[in-house]
């Protein structure tokens, strides 16, 4: 099993920063590609960044480009998520995800494992 625990949410102005992290604890030989996903109020649960087994290739939703930078160290199996020039729309409970596939993917329902979730909430 697999176990993903995030932590760096809260509550900032538009405009400020915060910086997610997610910690893979237990059988973490059998995650590679990691991503992180958000689910706003009234809304499905959307993609917004990933990142391949090997830490090289990396994709991000369109509306998060330019501010948003994700990262991994993959000897701890750690990813974060570097939010910079928060926006309102960014509020959301922000989840990390883990698939056993090296590869990248939008696709939530490609990854195995989730996390609990962090909220962040971007005040205008």
């Known amino acids: 099993q697999v176990q993903l625990v995030e932590s760096g949410g809260g509550l900032v102005q538009a405009g400020g920063s915060l910086r997610l992290s997610c910690e893979a604890s237990?059988?973490?030989?059998?995650?590679?590609?990691m991503g992180w996903f958000r689910r706003a109020p009234a809304k499905e649960r959307e993609f917004v960044a990933a990142?391949?087994?090997?830490?090289?290739?990396?994709d991000y939703t369109d509306s998060v480009k330019g501010r948003f930078t994700i990262s991994s160290d993959n000897t701890k199996k750690t990813v974060w998520l570097q939010m910079n020039g928060l926006k309102p729309e960014d509020t959301a409970v922000y989840y990390c995800?883990?698939?056993?596939?090296?590869?990248?993917?939008?696709?939530?329902?490609?990854?195995?494992?989730w996390g609990q979730g962090t909220q962040v909430i971007v005040s205008s």
């Open positions: 995800a883990a698939r056993p596939i090296a590869r990248i993917t939008t696709r939530d329902y490609e990854y195995n494992y």
């Open positions: 237990g059988s973490t030989f059998s995650i590679s590609a």
């Open positions: 990142i391949s087994g090997s830490g090289i290739i990396k």
